[in-house]
């Protein structure tokens, strides 16, 4: 990696960790997708060098830009997950060998040996067994699995990483005209 601090490099992190299980893979997924979406309000040469970036203004750019195109709990989502990403990646730039993250699946396996689960600790252990899966393409966009059944994962492929909400849409539209009611 050239400059350590690089748009490209933060989104690589987030590829590494998920395919390494530092993080589940759904995590990183959803974390990348917010750097994609938030970071867009950047130049290149801001894109280059995220060293010296200020989230808080970054994040206020991208609400102010792009305000009606999310729900405003979507912006603020976009924003925590972006601060995440961000954080994240520069606590692995400082100690890679001891890096780890807090997940779901870590409180709930603490929470079990504890005691005796139940049925909604099993549910949640379930669902976060089954992960998205994101890597990116070629053609310089992205290709990600969703389970949709315990039993059945969904592969779509070819996204492409400015992918805008009109778009995502219409393949949510064409998702609703290939379901049986």
Do not use: C
Not at 98 to 125: C, E, M, P, V, Y
Not at 131 to 142: D, L
């Amino acid at each position: 990696m050239g400059n350590a601090y690089s748009m490209d490099d933060l989104l690589d992190f987030l590829a590494h960790a998920g395919d390494r299980g530092l993080m589940p893979a759904a995590t990183a997924s959803a974390l990348a997708v917010a750097v994609r979406n938030v970071l867009v309000v950047l130049t290149d040469n801001e894109r280059n060098d995220l060293s010296q970036l200020d989230t808080v203004a970054i994040i206020k750019r991208f609400n102010n830009k792009r305000a009606r195109e999310f729900s405003p709990s979507s912006l603020k989502e976009y924003g925590r997950r972006l601060q995440r990403a961000v954080g994240l990646f520069n606590k692995w730039r400082d100690d890679p060998a001891n890096f780890s993250i807090k997940t779901r699946a870590t409180k709930l396996a603490n929470r079990n040996t504890k005691g005796a689960g139940t049925a909604t600790d099993t549910r949640d252990s379930v669902a976060t067994n089954v992960e998205m899966n994101a890597t990116t393409t070629s053609g310089g966009g992205y290709s990600s699995s969703v389970p949709i059944r315990t039993d059945w994962v969904v592969t779509i492929t070819n996204i492409p990483s400015d992918l805008t909400t009109a778009e995502a849409e219409r393949l949510a539209k064409f998702m609703r005209m290939l379901a049986i009611e």
